[in-house]
Nanobody, 120 residues
Framework: QVQLVESGGGLVQAGGSLRLSCAASGSIFSIDTMGWYRQAPGKQRESVAAITTGGSTTYADSVKGRFTISRDNAKNTVYLEMNSLKPEDTAVYYC??????????????WGQGTQVTVSS
């Protein structure tokens, strides 16, 4: 099995910064794209940012220029640096990872979520 453990959420004032981390562990053979999603109350889960093994990144328009996704392949960890936070960034942030686990079995898992609250 593969597990994702997230950390780094919290309460911050508008204009502030937070850094989220997500570490994958378990019987991992290889990891493909890792990404961050978020879900605000009453809204659907949306993609925030993603990064491939090679380092190619994509961002939601709403976070471009403010958020930066990165990964440490040696540690199977993905990060989300969030700057210039706005109240509308308030949500539960989820990490997602897909790849292959031992036995070359495809997997796709989610983290437990971490709350980010931005006060105005």
């Amino acid at each position: 099995q593969v597990q994702l453990v997230e950390s780094g959420g919290g309460l911050v004032q508008a204009g502030g910064s937070l850094r989220l981390s997500c570490a994958a562990s378990g019987s991992i053979f290889s990891i493909d794209t890792m990404g961050w999603y978020r879900q605000a109350p009453g809204k659907q889960r949306e993609s925030v940012a993603a990064i491939t093994t090679g380092g190619s990144t994509t961002y939601a328009d709403s976070v471009k220029g403010r958020f930066t996704i990165s990964r440490d392949n040696a540690k199977n960890t993905v990060y989300l640096e969030m700057n210039s936070l706005k109240p509308e960034d308030t949500a539960v942030y989820y990490c997602n990872s897909g790849g292959y686990r031992s036995g070359y079995v495809r997997y796709n898992v989610w983290g437990q979520g971490t709350q980010v609250t931005v006060s105005s």
